[in-house]
């Protein structure tokens, strides 16, 4: 294999009979978006990219959603049962966790996209939402003293 081939040799190449795929390296804002799946894209119509950037918002409305859920069914295990969790609690425990995992590697997915506006809203979304929830949690479910 040839090391020192030039752009254009490299992009004519084929290696292992397959054919190499060009991926962004920087964030680009254009409102024209493919979103986790090729069937999934805005077409360059804003309201198809306005509801993509709903999607991608209710995704970390939902991770944030299940890691609340999580604090909570731990914070009343331990205050009803004195910390011991029965198999179906560990269960349902150990299945919130794989969603809210699942979803996180969908956001990182959708913001490897490299969409400035993907981006932005990943943000805006867990900063908003992690603040709300924080709150509730803070607020509803500490030890008070």
């Given amino acids: 294999m040839n090391y020192t081939a030039a752009p254009e040799e490299l992009a004519t190449s084929e290696p292992l009979g397959m054919m190499m795929m060009m991926m962004y390296m920087s964030f680009y804002n254009t409102n024209d978006l493919v979103l986790l799946f090729k069937q999934i894209d805005s077409k360059a119509d804003n309201s198809k990219y306005a509801g993509l950037l709903a999607i991608v918002a209710c995704l970390v409305l939902m991770m944030e959603a ?80």
Avoid at 105 to 124: E, P, W
């Fill in 66 to 145: 299940l890691s609340f859920m999580r604090f909570k069914s731990v914070y009343q295990i331990n205050n009803l049962t004195q910390g011991e969790f029965t198999f179906t609690q560990k269960l349902a425990l150990t299945g919130n966790y794989m969603l809210s995992v699942t979803l996180a590697y969908a956001i990182m997915l959708c913001i490897m996209s490299f969409n400035a506006g993907v981006f932005i809203t990943v943000i805006v979304s867990l900063t908003a939402c992690h603040g709300g929830f924080g709150y509730y949690k803070h607020t509803y479910y500490t030890f008070k003293q």
